[in-house]
């Protein structure tokens, strides 16, 4: 059975160009012969809200070079995660340059298409499955305000609270005001009991700056993680949330604040296309150097 020491894997910053910004993750560009126990080890060891494994593939269209991707928290598989994919599409255009990618999760194919940007850096597309928004309970609203420790005049009466789904499931409920995101302090083990029984991923916390910009915090206690630095799944859930609701047009490209309050500040890009119902959320991504700066905020509880 193939083992690798975490200390091995690559270690990307997400969604920023500083390594000491947006969201950490661990990367396994080759795990093939990797057991489920052994890339929880690796995941756990690092302690980042996600670490990718990659499993070379064939590629059906023969016209993009393919990965099974596996994705684990340190506490569990998740079955998809956005600045993951976004780091091992950057990492991967680094060793073999730039092109089109496509990602088999377990959530579906994905695929990624990276680019070069003028300064010379690398810039990954990830392209969602197709998305989908169910209505909340309002008892699962009231449960989830109280385990946040917020009220009902919290919310942003314009943004109503949605199930969103583009790879993984998210709760999304929507801040009156930017003070009240800041201001993140939530029952840790409560929450990821009701997030368990719900199938959640994240809970996407979002205040809206001006019609097409958001400020976004991701509570993952589920993973074993007080909150995710930038959460590129639940950008694309959102977006799909927004053209559902009409609250942007059919084709957009929206800004999405993330890690400021984290000291881990990172930027995501949603596009919006008329005609396709998948979300594109797009970033850059750059290698974190050893010693691990990354240490400390979005670490493992």
């Given at each position: 059975?193939?083992?690798?020491?975490?200390?091995?894997?690559?270690?990307?910053?997400?969604?920023?160009?500083?390594?000491?910004?947006?969201?950490?993750?661990?990367?396994?560009?080759?795990?093939?012969?990797?057991?489920?126990?052994?890339?929880?080890?690796?995941?756990?060891?690092?302690?980042?809200?996600?670490?990718?494994?990659?499993?070379?593939?064939?590629?059906?269209?023969?016209?993009?070079?393919?990965?099974?991707?596996?994705?684990?928290?340190?506490?569990?598989?998740?079955?998809?995660?956005?600045?993951?994919?976004?780091?091992?599409?950057?990492?991967?255009?680094?060793?073999?340059?730039?092109?089109?990618?496509?990602?088999?999760?377990?959530?579906?194919?994905?695929?990624?298409?990276?680019?070069?940007?003028?300064?010379?850096?690398?810039?990954?597309?990830?392209?969602?499955?197709?998305?989908?928004?169910?209505?909340?309970?309002?008892?699962?609203?009231?449960?989830?305000?109280?385990?946040?420790?917020?009220?009902?005049?919290?919310?942003?009466?314009?943004?109503?609270?949605?199930?969103?789904?583009?790879?993984?499931?998210?709760?999304?409920?929507?801040?009156?005001?930017?003070?009240?995101?800041?201001?993140?302090?939530?029952?840790?083990?409560?929450?990821?009991?009701?997030?368990?029984?719900?199938?959640?991923?994240?809970?996407?916390?979002?205040?809206?700056?001006?019609?097409?910009?958001?400020?976004?915090?991701?509570?993952?206690?589920?993973?074993?993680?007080?909150?995710?630095?930038?959460?590129?799944?639940?950008?694309?859930?959102?977006?799909?949330?927004?053209?559902?609701?009409?609250?942007?047009?059919?084709?957009?490209?929206?800004?999405?604040?993330?890690?400021?309050?984290?000291?881990?500040p990172g930027t995501l890009t949603v596009e919006l296309?008329?005609?396709?119902?998948?979300?594109?959320?797009?970033?850059?991504?750059?290698?974190?150097?050893?010693?691990?700066?990354?240490?400390?905020?979005?670490?493992?509880?």
């Amino acid at each position: 059975m193939t083992t690798i020491d975490a200390g091995k894997a690559l270690r990307y910053a997400a969604f920023s160009s500083d390594p000491t910004g947006g969201n950490p993750a661990g990367l396994v560009l080759d795990a093939t012969g990797m057991s489920d126990a052994a890339m929880l080890a690796v995941a756990a060891e690092l302690g980042y809200s996600e670490t990718a494994f990659l499993t070379p593939g064939d590629d059906p269209a023969g016209s993009r070079r393919a990965f099974a991707v596996r994705y684990f928290s340190p506490q569990a598989e998740v079955p998809f995660c956005g600045h993951a994919t976004i780091a091992a599409a950057v990492a991967l255009g680094e060793r073999t340059g730039p092109g089109e990618l496509i990602f088999a999760t377990r959530a579906g194919i994905v695929p990624v298409d990276v680019v070069a940007t003028p300064d010379g850096s690398l810039r990954a597309t990830l392209t969602s499955v197709e998305p989908n928004l169910t209505e909340v309970p309002p008892a699962d609203v009231a449960e989830a305000l109280a385990l946040l420790r917020w009220n009902a005049a919290d919310l942003d009466p314009t943004l109503p609270p949605r199930y969103a789904y583009a790879g993984a499931h998210h709760l999304v409920l929507a801040a009156a005001t930017r003070a009240r995101l800041a201001d993140l302090d939530y029952d840790f083990d409560g929450l990821a009991d009701f997030m368990r029984t719900r199938d959640l991923t994240t809970v996407q916390l979002v205040w809206r700056e001006s019609p097409d910009t958001f400020h976004v915090r991701d509570p993952f206690p589920v993973g074993g993680v007080v909150e995710d630095p930038a959460t590129g799944a639940a950008a694309a859930a959102f977006g799909h949330y927004l053209r559902t609701l009409g609250q942007v047009p059919p084709r957009a490209t929206l800004t999405l604040r993330q890690g400021d309050d984290l000291g881990r500040p990172g930027t995501l890009t949603v596009e919006l296309r008329d005609g396709d119902p998948r979300v594109r959320v797009s970033g850059v991504a750059v290698a974190i150097p050893e010693p691990d700066p990354a240490a400390g905020p979005g670490s493992a509880r």
